[in-house]
Nanobody
């Protein structure tokens, strides 16, 4: 079964940095678009950004553009979300997802990120 496993969440202070990882269980994802989403407490899940695995082209939500960077390591089947200048409003459960093109078919279990003020 295809799996995505996130790691790297934790409790940090405002202004700190954190890097999340998403390891894919199969190399199949090398043809996919990989995405990061987050769900703040009491709110709906929202799109954070995505990267096309084959090209490395990334796209970001306006709320994180300039602070967050998505990258991938093909040798490790891993996608990263580097988060800098974190704000309390970045507090959320962060999810990794994979899409073959039409929909987000695969999801990780999520990792908690808490930013204190």
């Amino acid at each position: 079964q295809v799996q995505l496993v996130e790691s790297g969440g934790g409790l940090v202070q405002a202004g700190d940095s954190l890097r999340l990882s998403c390891e894919a269980s199969e190399r199949t994802f090398s043809t996919y678009i990989m995405g990061w989403f987050r769900q703040p407490p009491g709110k709906d899940r929202e799109f954070v950004g995505s990267i096309t695995w084959s090209t490395g082209n990334a796209y970001y939500a306006a709320s994180v553009k300039g602070r967050f960077t998505i990258s991938r390591d093909s040798a490790k089947n891993t996608v990263f979300l580097q988060m800098n200048s974190l704000k309390p409003e970045d507090t959320a459960v962060y999810y990794c997802a994979a899409s073959p093109g039409a929909s987000w078919d695969h999801w990780g279990q999520g990792t908690q990120v808490t930013v204190s003020s």
